[in-house]
């Protein structure tokens, strides 16, 4: 019963989040993040340097249990030089921590900004403030993961097909038509921007299953990475990775 009342109290939280100053940033109060799976790749399989890494973009991730994942992004007004070195750092933490799409939300940022590489030959594409104009009637189940709720994968159903209008880092005007993989994360991350997660999308029995597997991933993975000797640039502080080029995000 007290499993339950938590996890009630989790999915009740409030929306309201502080904002600070102009760039919109939300103080952050996440705990210590242990290491999502993505594409069922195992964080010890990793080399080092990959891993280390990994484990420095995860630190800016926000996590499950923070409100500022249940806020909704405010629309970007201002495009100039700070919102191209923003997106070019979203594209590096998601290129450093292994994730195919992150929104501006799971950094604390409350711009409506996301960026994505459903490819990996593919360049980093950013959408400013994306809206979804179309989608099929046509749905597809597959499962997903995300960065903020580490150990979980569960199955979500979502159109096969949409089409999302948007700026790009100038301001300039968009027309996205997706399918498949990059259908799919597009509709995750603008989720993320309406406040909206996985969890959100399944039926209560799997939400608390999920639930269930977050909390023993949690507890797993926090022995080992007490006892691991961590690589050295993991124990220097955390700090702005230098802006990336797009195209190798």
Known sequence: MAAEQHEREHEQQDVEVERVR???VVPDNRVELDAPEPEELDPEELDPETRARRDAALRYVRRFGDPVLRATAVPVERFDEDLERELERMGELMHDALGIGLAATQLGVLHRTLVYRADPEDPVTAL??????????????AEE???????VHVEVERPARVRVRAQ????????IEAEGLTARVIQ?????LDGILILDRI?????KQAMRAMREAQSQDAAPARKREAPA???????EPEPANA???
């Open 145 to 151: 993961g995300c960065l903020s709720l580490p150990g």
């Open 233 to 239: 640039p993991d124990r220097e502080p955390a700090r």
């Open 247 to 249: 195209s190798g995000s």
């Open 188 to 192: 995750h991350e603008i989720d993320h």
């Open 128 to 141: 400013v403030n994306p809206v979804l104009e179309w989608h099929s009637e046509e749905l597809e189940s």
């Open 203 to 207: 039926p209560r029995a799997e939400r």
């Open 22 to 24: 102009d760039d919109r």
């Open 168 to 175: 790009d880092a100038s301001g300039g005007e968009l027309s």
